[in-house]
Nanobody
């Protein structure tokens, strides 16, 4: 049973930074993909960033490149999302998702392709 636990959310002023953490457990993750998604009230869950455990291949939403960085610590089974220059429109619940990866590089960009999810962590950016 895969378990994902997010942490690190909170209230921050515009221009500030936060680092989210996703702690994964339950099985070896060598061939898994880890993704960060976010969901604002009344909106669909949208892709933020993803990373392959095996080779650290990454993918980002085009609108977030340069501000957000995803990374992983294999020894700790932990994935991070560093968020800089935060804006009020970044306010959302941020979710960590995981699924078995196809091939070596593929990173799904849609939520329905992820099999496992954490409970989410709230990020609120004030103006």
């Amino acid at each position: 049973q895969v378990q994902l636990v997010e942490s690190g959310g909170g209230l921050v002023q515009a221009g500030g930074s936060l680092r989210l953490t996703c702690a994964a457990s339950g099985r070896p993750f060598n061939n898994y993909v880890m993704g960060w998604f976010r969901q604002a009230p009344g909106k669909e869950r949208e892709f933020v960033a993803g990373i392959r455990w095996s080779n650290a291949n990454t993918a980002y939403a085009d609108s977030l490149k340069g501000r957000f960085t995803i990374s992983r610590d294999n020894a700790q089974n932990t994935v991070y999302l560093q968020m800089n220059s935060l804006k009020p429109e970044d306010t959302a619940v941020y979710y960590c998702g995981s699924t078995v990866g196809n091939g070596n590089l593929y990173i799904p960009l849609v939520a329905r392709e992820y099999a496992y999810w954490g409970q989410g962590t709230q990020v609120t950016v004030s103006s």
